[in-house]
């Protein structure tokens, strides 16, 4: 079979919404493409393990504590299931990590803002788990078998991640005027980064149009984000809480939110990692790795002298 041959059956393959296994032909820029997304998005897990992580040993009662506990736990665990899907494509985890942190790989941008107080932990799991489970829900459609199977189970901890965001942002609200206001000021700082989580415009993403046609994106950037304001300016509204945007207006001729122009500039910024967290987080990383390797190097000698045991015994 010719190449051409070959993409044609695959696309169709595709159209035809059947899922593609590791062991079946994709065209190489399809594998590529993949391994960006899925190991870029565990990157984005286990960073986004750090911000959080600042607030488990100062969280304001045992229940609290218990819960942000588990949340970061279940973000380790997304990391792991994502880059085993990402390994199916043939890239290994040493590869990816070494990926992040050289800066070759990217993680989302949303992780490179600082978590000043408590109300952050509400705003983060409101906003940007709100903001991921928008983007995720759909890649539990994605044409590549692994990555959407592992978004299944990924999307039901996240709902569960949103829901304890906004109970603490609700109780928070109808607290004392002091802890409505650092309700507020979460709101503020984490809104626009939230939604920039999104991406680029569709006119300015480069990747959109093909990972769309392969049906690894199923919605554009710009679809995504819509839906996900014209949900949240909602449930701000039954916080009692101002979203930090003049310009946010409903549009009934769209059926849609309205709302201000985003700060480019700034996003860009931060993605090439001159963000107010970037050198924070990376070091943050490095720094496990490196005083993780004793641990490596003990599971492969332990391994290798189970091996070797294994050999002697059937030689
Ligand atoms: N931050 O052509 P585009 C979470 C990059 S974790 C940084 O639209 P694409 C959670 C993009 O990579 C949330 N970079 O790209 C964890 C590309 O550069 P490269 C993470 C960004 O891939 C803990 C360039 O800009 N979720 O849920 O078609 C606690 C052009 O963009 C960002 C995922 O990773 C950004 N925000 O679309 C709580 C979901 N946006 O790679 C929550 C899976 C864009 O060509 N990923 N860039 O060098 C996706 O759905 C897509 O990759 C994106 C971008 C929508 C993010």
Redesign the pocket.
């Known amino acids: 079979m010719t190449n051409e041959q070959q993409e044609s059956l695959f696309q169709q393959k595709i159209d035809n919404e059947l899922r593609i296994e590791p062991k079946d032909w994709m065209p190489e820029q399809y594998r590529k493409?993949l391994v960006?997304?899925?190991s870029?998005?565990?990157?984005?897990?286990?960073?986004?393990?750090l911000?959080?992580g600042n607030w488990i040993t100062r969280a304001p009662s045992l229940r609290r504590k218990a819960v942000l506990l588990a949340?970061?736990q279940d973000?380790a665990g997304?990391?792991l299931y994502l880059y085993s899907a990402a390994e199916t494509l043939g890239i290994s985890r040493d590869q990816m990590l070494d990926q992040l942190h050289d800066g070759t790989?990217?993680?989302?941008?949303?992780?490179n803002y600082p978590t000043l107080t408590w109300a952050d932990m509400g705003a983060?799991?409101w906003l940007?788990?709100g903001?991921?489970?928008m983007?995720?829900v759909p890649?539990c459609r994605c044409s590549y078998g692994p990555y959407s199977r592992a978004m299944i189970r990924?999307c039901k901890e996240?709902s569960f991640?949103q829901r304890q965001g906004y109970e603490i942002m609700l109780t928070l609200a109808n607290g004392t005027a002091i802890q409505k206001k650092m309700a507020q000021d979460a709101l503020n700082r984490f809104w626009w980064p939230a939604i920039?989580?999104?991406?680029?415009n569709?006119d300015?993403?480069?990747?959109?149009i093909q990972?769309m046609k392969w049906k690894?994106?199923r919605f554009s950037?710009d679809d995504?984000r819509q839906k996900f304001i014209d949900v949240t300016v909602e449930q701000a509204n039954i916080l009692g809480l101002t979203i930090p945007d003049k310009d946010l207006k409903w549009n009934e001729e769209r059926g849609h939110y309205d709302f201000g122009t985003i700060n480019w500039d700034e996003?860009?910024n931060?993605?090439k990692g001159n963000g107010p967290c970037n050198k924070e987080r990376l070091a943050a990383r490095k720094n496990a790795w490196d005083n993780g390797a004793w641990v490596r190097d003990a599971a492969t000698a332990h391994s290798e002298k189970l091996a070797a045991k294994k050999a002697a015994m059937t030689a």
């Open positions: 493409t960006r997304q899925i870029q998005h565990a990157h984005s897990e286990i960073v986004g393990m911000p959080e949340k970061v973000e997304h990391g790989a990217k993680y989302s941008s949303i992780f983060i799991g940007v788990d903001a991921a489970i983007n995720q890649l990924v996240e991640h920039m989580m999104f991406g680029p569709d300015a993403s480069p990747n959109s990972s690894i994106k950037n995504l996003f860009w931060v993605v």
